[in-house]
């Protein structure tokens, strides 16, 4: 299953501990950028470290999300889903710019979810 990006509005469904890409376009390639993505919960924390991907003045990026980061993303006991949040930074060290990316037909304002449904099997360990 991978993630499912819902293309309209940019939402994401997930398995918890499973990996996956997001693809990321229509980046301005007048300077050399970094891409910069993060989950958070409710309470607008950040789980796990963000994910940063240089853009090398292309229009797009892929970003690769290990299952090690979509396994905090816990869905509680007895609870068929959780809902979750993420963002996406784009980045110029240079001079200073940093730009939070309005995802989907999204306003400035309104979040990107993420549905999380449980894992179902641990898979990969590094026991």
Do not use: W
């Not at 470290?49 to 970003?63: F, G, P």
């Not at 993420?86 to 309005?102: H, L, P």
Request: with cysteine.
């Amino acid at each position: 299953m991978a993630f499912i990006v819902d293309t309209e509005t940019g939402d994401l469904t997930l398995v918890q501990g499973d990996s996956g890409e997001l693809f990321v376009e229509g980046l301005n390639t007048d300077k050399d950028y970094t891409v910069y993505f993060a989950f958070y919960n409710n309470r607008r924390r950040i789980l796990g470290t963000e994910i940063s991907v240089e853009a090398n003045r292309s229009d797009h990026v892929i970003l690769s999300i290990p299952a090690s980061l979509t396994d905090l993303l816990t869905v509680p006991q007895g609870s068929d889903t959780a809902e979750y949040y993420y963002g996406i930074k784009v980045c110029n060290e240079d001079d200073g710019f940093e730009d939070t990316v309005t995802i989907g037909n999204k306003d400035i304002g309104e979040l990107n979810t993420i549905t999380v449904y449980p894992k179902k099997v641990e898979g990969l360990t590094n026991d």
